[in-house]
T-cell receptor, first 110, second 115 residues
Framework: GQNIDQPTEMTATEGAIVQINCTYQ??????LFWYQQHAGEAPTFLSY????GLEEKGRFSSFLSRSKGYSYLLLKELQMKDSASYLC???????????FGGGTRLMVKP | DAGVTQSPTHLIKTRGQQVTLRCSPK?????VSWYQQALGQGPQFIFQ???????QRGNFPDRFSGHQFPNYSSELNVNALLLGDSALYLC??????????????FGNGTRLTVT
């Protein structure tokens, strides 16, 4: 089975840094994805980690530890437009079949 | 380059009715997956189609069925609608490759309301 946990809500201040954690227990693992979803819109791809370590892409970075079943998404220099839900998803052995966590709703305040 | 397109955007149905949702994948993609997203929840995997066949299926009853056409577009059918089927239905396309996952590209979804 698959179990993915992430905080339900987080609040941060514009210009600050926020870290969104994700822990997972899965029967198979083929990589971990982070998606951003604004209210009423489609999820959009942010990052993909298959090996341990940090992947940096502009203001966003994602980290993976396979031995600990742990990942985080780091958002720097927060902007108001970063207010959205952030979805952690694990790929199993089936190929492009993702299991999503419940999502973390991030609110950025001025 | 058109992304994933879904139709209709919104739909209201009555309990017991049947519904068909449609999806056209991103150009160059060969795999279509369908997800159900309840309000405030993460997407739940329904099934995946590749080469016109159901390749994987999540924990959804047989009332949920689908189809993929030769042009890679896909339909999701739900029979005997229940109130609990009210949700956002997301279609995602991708390119299937051996040995790893590739990012899913999502459409904007169909908001289904069952009354």
């Amino acid at each position: 089975g698959q179990n993915i946990d992430q905080p339900t809500e987080m609040t941060a201040t514009e210009g600050a840094i926020v870290q969104i954690n994700c822990t997972y227990q899965t029967s198979g693992f083929n990589g971990l994805f982070w998606y951003q979803q604004h209210a009423g819109e489609a999820p959009t791809f942010l990052s993909y980690n298959v090996l341990d370590g940090l992947e940096e892409k502009g203001r966003f970075s994602s980290f993976l530890s396979r031995s600990k079943g742990y990942s985080y998404l780091l958002l720097k220099e927060l902007q108001m437009k970063d207010s959205a839900s952030y979805l952690c998803a694990v790929g199993g052995n089936a190929g492009n079949m993702l299991t999503f966590g419940g999502g973390t709703r991030l609110m950025v305040k001025p | 380059d058109a992304g994933v397109t879904q139709s209709p955007t919104h739909l209201i149905k009555t309990r017991g009715q049947q519904v068909t949702l449609r999806c056209s994948p991103k150009s160059g993609h060969d795999t279509v997956s369908w997800y159900q997203q309840a309000l405030g929840q993460g997407p739940q995997f329904i099934f995946q189609y590749y080469e016109e066949e159901e390749r994987q299926r999540g924990n959804f009853p047989d009332r949920f069925s689908g189809h993929q056409f030769p042009n890679y577009s896909s339909e999701l059918n739900v029979n005997a609608l229940l109130l609990g089927d009210s949700a956002l239905y997301l279609c995602a396309s991708s390119l299937l490759r051996p040995g790893g996952d590739s990012p899913l590209h999502f459409g904007n979804g169909t908001r289904l309301t069952v009354t």
